[in-house]
């Protein structure tokens, strides 16, 4: 069985991942075909639309392979997963820059590079079944596939909220994060998919489209924009439990259990992704950090309680915020000179396609 499925109907062309067992989780191989796919629709008239969904009723897509990057960063030498990301990351900047519209089906659960291949698409569908996440922290990972970018840009401070907490969120949130466009019920899904291969993008929302239910972050931006404005965890934390609301002292739990490393390099990443500009240079910065990270005990120690083991009891080192130090983050940032992506420069002569 093939991970990824391509077929046409229509003047649609059609991406389905193709794992359902797991979650459509996505693998280099997966990435190398869906990126040799657009090459071939971008050059083919019959095709005037690309459509990304999941196959199965779970999700679109639950992340990368990370058992896989677990296995390479505890017995490897990390070039696997260093040409993953690779290949990946400049996949999530193509499907930016595509010039056809691409219409991300982000039904289910979405989350970690399953966000990389949809929310940096033109046409972003959410259904009342949408859980959209990037939950790095909890792995000792830090959000990457563009995922700076996008929570960076989120209206306040609920990026660093979703980035730190790796909290899921529904439909409507994720449209006012800026993740996504457009609320479709899920039982409509297949009649807009048929839709799609018949007429314009525009005409085809029309039909389906919804107000989404009602979410839940834009009556607690308050006190989220105020605990989440400072540029050190530590002040956050202090902030989450002196609001005392218990919302916040939840969140506040949420963030110690976290990786201490991964919360700090977060935090330095979603800042200095406010100021880098266009997604590519984030997308250089993401790879720095994504490497570094295969040398930090936190990524596979992580990977192995919430995935493998699941015991759901990491020993993150160091253990504490404080025991984390300016250098010990800085070291996530180091340039990789020629070993890195080489898209920064590309960003100077390519603008983004919006449908």
Same mark, same amino acid.
């Given at each position: 069985?093939?991970?990824?499925?391509?077929?046409?109907?229509?003047?649609?062309?059609?991406?389905?991942?193709?794992?359902?067992?797991?979650?459509?989780?996505?693998?280099?191989?997966?990435?190398?075909?869906?990126?040799?796919?657009?090459?071939?629709?971008?050059?083919?008239?019959?095709?005037?639309?690309?459509?990304?969904?999941?196959?199965?009723?779970?999700?679109?897509?639950?992340?990368?392979?990370?058992?896989?990057?677990?296995?390479?960063?505890?017995?490897?030498?990390?070039?696997?997963?260093?040409?993953?990301?690779?290949?990946?990351?400049?996949?999530?900047?193509?499907?930016?820059?595509?010039?056809?519209?691409?219409?991300?089906?982000?039904?289910?659960?979405?989350?970690?590079?399953?966000?990389?291949?949809?929310?940096?698409?033109?046409?972003?569908?959410?259904?009342?079944?949408?859980?959209?996440?990037?939950?790095?922290?909890?792995? &000792?990972?830090?959000?990457?596939?563009?995922?700076?970018? %996008? $929570? /960076?840009?989120? #209206?306040?401070? @609920?990026?660093?909220? !979703? =980035?730190?907490?790796?909290?899921?969120?529904?439909?409507?949130?994720?449209?006012?994060?800026?993740?996504?466009?457009?609320?479709?019920?899920?039982?409509?899904?297949?009649?807009?998919?048929?839709?799609?291969?018949?007429?314009?993008?525009?005409?085809?929302?029309?039909?389906?489209?919804?107000?989404?239910?009602?979410?839940?972050?834009?009556?607690?931006?308050?006190?989220?924009?105020?605990?989440?404005?400072?540029?050190?965890?530590?002040?956050?934390?202090?902030?989450?439990?002196?609001?005392? &609301?218990?919302?916040?002292?939840?969140?506040?739990?949420? %963030? $110690? /259990?976290?990786? #201490?490393?991964? @919360?700090?390099?977060? !935090? =330095?990443?979603?800042?200095?992704?406010?100021?880098?500009?266009?997604?590519?240079?984030?997308?250089?910065?993401?790879?720095?950090?994504?490497?570094?990270?295969?040398?930090?005990?936190?990524?596979?120690?992580?990977?192995?309680?919430?995935?493998?083991?699941?015991?759901?009891?990491?020993?993150?080192?160091?253990?504490?915020?404080?025991?984390?130090?300016?250098?010990?983050?800085?070291?996530?940032?180091?340039?990789?000179?020629?070993?890195?992506?080489?898209?920064?420069?590309?960003?100077?002569?390519?603008?983004?396609?919006?449908?």
């Amino acid at each position: 069985m093939r991970d990824v499925l391509f077929r046409t109907s229509g003047h649609a062309a059609h991406i389905v991942l193709n794992r359902p067992k797991a979650l459509n989780a996505l693998t280099h191989e997966m990435v190398l075909r869906i990126d040799e796919a657009l090459t071939e629709w971008e050059h083919d008239p019959a095709v005037e639309i690309v459509v990304i969904s999941g196959e199965g009723d779970r999700g679109l897509c639950a992340g990368g392979d990370i058992r896989a990057i677990h296995d390479d960063a505890r017995d490897g030498d990390g070039s696997a997963s260093a040409a993953f990301w690779r290949d990946e990351y400049r996949l999530n900047a193509r499907i930016a820059r595509y010039p056809k519209p691409y219409v991300a089906v982000m039904d289910g659960i979405v989350m970690g590079g399953g966000v990389g291949v949809s929310a940096h698409g033109g046409v972003r569908i959410v259904t009342e079944r949408s859980r959209i996440a990037m939950p790095e922290t909890g792995i &000792g990972f830090v959000p990457d596939v563009g995922g700076t970018y %996008l $929570l /960076a840009l989120a #209206p306040g401070e @609920l990026g660093t909220h !979703l =980035a730190l907490t790796g909290a899921p969120i529904g439909a409507a949130d994720a449209m006012l994060c800026g993740l996504a466009d457009h609320y479709v019920p899920s039982a409509s899904l297949r009649s807009f998919v048929d839709h799609l291969a018949e007429m314009p993008v525009r005409e085809a929302l029309g039909r389906h489209v919804h107000e989404p239910p009602p979410g839940e972050l834009a009556g607690r931006r308050g006190w989220i924009d105020d605990c989440f404005s400072p540029d050190t965890v530590e002040e956050i934390v202090r902030r989450l439990l002196a609001q005392g &609301g218990p919302a916040a002292k939840a969140t506040a739990g949420t %963030l $110690l /259990a976290k990786s #201490p490393t991964a @919360l700090k390099v977060t !935090l =330095a990443a979603l800042r200095r992704a406010r100021r880098l500009g266009p997604l590519e240079r984030v997308l250089e910065q993401e790879y720095r950090v994504s490497c570094a990270t295969l040398a930090s005990p936190d990524l596979v120690e992580g990977i192995r309680a919430q995935v493998i083991d699941k015991d759901r009891n990491p020993s993150w080192s160091p253990a504490t915020l404080v025991e984390v130090t300016g250098a010990d983050v800085e070291r996530f940032f180091i340039p990789l000179g020629e070993r890195g992506l080489g898209l920064a420069t590309e960003s100077d002569t390519t603008e983004e396609v919006a449908w």
